[in-house]
């Protein structure tokens, strides 16, 4: 009988835990770009690209940028922009060389100025160590 509780138990467990997880990016794969361009895309900007694979429905992409910094970041399949990135610094260098990457840029609307709001609602997460 205890078995079996135990086994009820983590089952239940196991299932509510699979229940939670949710994925990243939700682009439909129709709208994916290839990830041949995004590795064209890091390359223009200095990136040296050591994989790119899909985990959470993003493009995930490790390798090292053009000061020779490892990164970690994940990019949206269809628009190729950047959702969160994570810099391991050798040095004491900053994060300046990152602010732009990935056509982070955000235009304003009447809307916006309207509601008195002028935070973007889609903000990138950055890690930086």
């Known amino acids: 009988m205890k078995n079996t509780l135990i086994t009820a138990f983590l089952s239940t467990?196991?299932?509510?835990?699979?229940?939670?997880?949710s994925d990243d990016c939700t682009d439909p794969t129709v709208d994916w770009q290839p990830k041949e361009r995004l590795r064209q895309m890091m390359v223009d900007n200095g990136w040296?690209?050591?994989?790119?694979?899909?985990?959470d429905g993003c493009y995930e992409l490790k390798g090292r940028d053009r000061k020779g910094h490892r990164v970690?970041?994940?990019?949206?399949?269809?628009s190729l922009k950047i959702i969160e990135l994570e810099i391991k610094f050798d040095?004491?260098?900053d994060a300046s060389d990152y602010l732009n990457l990935g056509n982070q840029t955000r235009q304003t609307?009447?809307?916006?100025?309207?509601?008195?709001?002028?935070?973007?609602?889609?903000?990138?997460?950055?890690?930086i160590e």
């Open 48 to 55: 040296e690209v050591k994989r790119i694979k899909v985990d």
């Open 91 to 93: 040095g004491s260098d």
């Open 109 to 127: 609307s009447a809307d916006d100025l309207n509601s008195g709001s002028n935070t973007p609602t889609n903000k990138p997460k950055a890690t």
């Open 13 to 21: 467990c196991l299932i509510s835990g699979a229940a939670l997880a």
């Open 72 to 78: 970690e970041a994940k990019f949206s399949p269809a």
